[in-house]
């Protein structure tokens, strides 16, 4: 399975402020999708990145606040702007494997965003 | 995309096995059914992934009815670090264009 990495794993952040997580993979895929997980609740989408081109956002979520970048098949950057304490939530990327004839996603550790 | 149905919560003791039980009516033909883990604080974790009848690996089994209209995850002689929410979701997996989409899952709490 693909190996995913998140930079920061957490941050506290003061509000209106911004910060961008990065997302690592071991290996390139095609897809990489950005959730969100606010606390207690379930994972939301937020936006599939696409490689070479605008990520696609989901109802919701703007590029103003979210913007995404894909620079290269390994490779993915969320950035959260003007932030607000509604903003805290863990973030998480995820990408899609094949393994023989079914492909399977697969989710990184996460980043944990507190906004004060 | 085919929504599912899963129970909240389930509480277990030590050593029992477990079986957790989703809905998902209106799967469609090149769906897969993909359970995930999650622990507090971490990313879900891959379990298991099936289309039909019967797959099992080295953490679970998941069992689907001929209809598809529902899967049963079977974890075996569970301990309490199996403590977690488990989701139950359904997605086409052989374009592997289209996200999962994530419902409420269900809360597994372990008593010893």
């Known amino acids: 399975s693909a190996v995913i990495s998140q930079k920061p794993s957490r941050d506290i952040c003061q509000r209106g402020t911004s910060l961008t997580i990065q997302c690592q993979v071991d290996s390139q895929v095609t897809m990489m999708f950005w959730y969100r997980q606010q606390p207690g609740q379930s994972l939301t989408l937020i936006a599939t990145?696409?490689?070479?081109?605008?990520?696609?956002?989901e109802s919701g979520f703007v590029i103003d606040k979210f913007p995404i970048s894909r620079p290269n098949l390994t490779f993915s950057t969320l950035t959260v702007s003007n932030m607000s304490p509604e903003d805290s939530s863990i973030y998480l990327c995820?990408?899609?494997?094949?393994?023989?004839?079914?492909?399977?996603?697969?989710f990184g550790p996460g980043t944990r965003l507190t906004v004060l | 995309l085919a929504k599912t149905t899963q129970p909240i919560s389930m509480d277990s003791y030590e050593g029992q096995e477990v079986n957790i039980t989703c809905s998902h009516n209106n799967i469609a033909t090149n769906d897969y059914i993909t359970w995930y883990q999650q622990f507090p604080s971490q990313g879900p974790r891959f379990i298991i992934q099936?289309?039909?009848t019967k797959v099992t690996n080295e953490v679970a089994s998941l069992f689907i009815p001929a209809d598809r209209k529902s899967s049963t995850l079977s974890l075996p002689r569970v301990s309490l670090s199996d403590t977690a929410v488990y989701y139950c979701l359904v997605g086409d997996m052989n374009s592997g264009n289209t996200p999962l989409v994530f419902g409420k899952g269900t809360r597994l709490s372990v008593i010893a």
């Open positions: 099936g289309y039909k």
């Open positions: 990145a696409n490689q070479g081109s605008e990520a696609t956002y």
């Open positions: 995820s990408v899609v494997q094949g393994a023989g004839s079914t492909d399977t996603q697969y």
